[in-house]
């Protein structure tokens, strides 16, 4: 696996609708401190700054049955 480069918002939020593991964090709280009301990768609880480890297959495609 090669290095990757910082996802772009719009990495995430892509990601994010398509994931099967998408979880939300708290809904009021997101909304609150990030004021973006879409789903994002920086609102899931596996996200951990980065740090999630299914982003570039999730990225690449789920289609792969
Ligand atoms: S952070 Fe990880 S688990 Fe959460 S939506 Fe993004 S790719 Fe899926």
């Known amino acids: 696996m090669e290095k990757r480069?910082?996802?772009s918002f719009?990495?995430?939020k892509y990601v994010a609708?398509?994931?099967p593991e998408y979880?939300?964090?708290d809904e009021a709280f997101v909304n609150?401190?990030?004021e973006i009301s879409d789903?994002?990768?920086d609102k899931c609880l596996h996200w951990n700054d980065g740090q999630c480890?299914?982003?570039d297959e999730v990225l690449t495609g789920i289609d792969q049955t």
């Open 17 to 19: 609708t398509v994931c």
């Open 10 to 12: 719009e990495q995430k």
């Open 53 to 55: 480890v299914i982003f």
């Open 32 to 34: 609150r401190a990030m």
């Open 39 to 41: 789903d994002s990768c």
């Open 23 to 25: 979880s939300p964090r």
């Open 5 to 7: 480069e910082a996802p």
